[in-house]
């Protein structure tokens, strides 16, 4: 038996409600492996389901990401061995804000050679919603006109930087003037401020009147109207997240009026259930970091005792690029 410094909640709420205590961690049981971890990567979802948005038991830990090393496998575990570099994203449910927990085997896959532990970190949960948003939900094709909502953001800059990697234009929205800046830096060609009451009429004439094959909603609220009248006749909005709260009902027949439109809201986990599609995915991602399609754009670095100090950074909206937990 060894011990870990974890994150455990007993209530939901606000970032205070999370606490830092020293945890038991007993073997690895078959086919788990003991990770080490370097670093922790922070999701938007760590905060809905610490305020309780997305129930969970309680008690509970927090957090679906993290990369490290293998210190011990168990029974039954042939493909990693003590020392293998390794990241994760929902391997075993929430927790993985730890500096040492046991994980399923089948859960993790390496880290090449060339990325570093905080890149993945920072990365790869990310980059894992980027990959089945590009090339499942909808393929990008060279050519498409794509709308990224939230392109400063974690997902946003690896969305848009991929899919203008695959021949698309990508048009960026974010909050703000600086955020904008950071949206063009992540390779949008164009990017426009959402909170200005006129943001879809920019989004449009920023390619001369043509509307987008497919819209990348992560906001919600404050956006999924205008996302609608950013889209092409026969074009796709897919909503995967609700930064400013969920996005209003509508009625299908305004798909029908505003040019038979498609809509969807798919989730990361489904499109990775099984092991083999889970690791291609990961290879597919891994290989747009080779290639610079994909990139860690790290805005911040909390340790793991300043968690709820990261809570609030990205509750405000204040940080561009993504939020990395280090021990």
Known sequence: MTTARAIRLTEFGNADVMRLETVDVPPPSAGEVQLRQTAMGFNYIDVYQRMGRYPLPSPTGLGFEAAGAVDAVGGGVTALKPGDRVVYMNAGGVGAYADRRNVPADKVVV???GI???DAAAVFFKAM????LVRKTYAVQPGDIVVVHAAAGGVGQILSRWAKALGATVIGTAGSPAKCDAARAAGCDVAVDYTLADWVEQVIA???GRKARVVYDSVAKDTFLGSLDCTAPFGMV???GAASGPAPMIEPEIL????CLFLTRPSVFPHNADTATFRANAKDVFDAMASGAVRAAIGARFRLDQVADAHRAAEARSQAGAIVILP
């Open 111 to 113: 880290i090449p050679a």
């Open 116 to 118: 570093s532990d905080e």
């Open 129 to 132: 919603t980027a990959q089945f």
């Open 206 to 208: 920023a390619t001369g």
């Open 238 to 240: 897919v909503l995967f």
């Open 256 to 259: 029908n009026k505003k040019g």
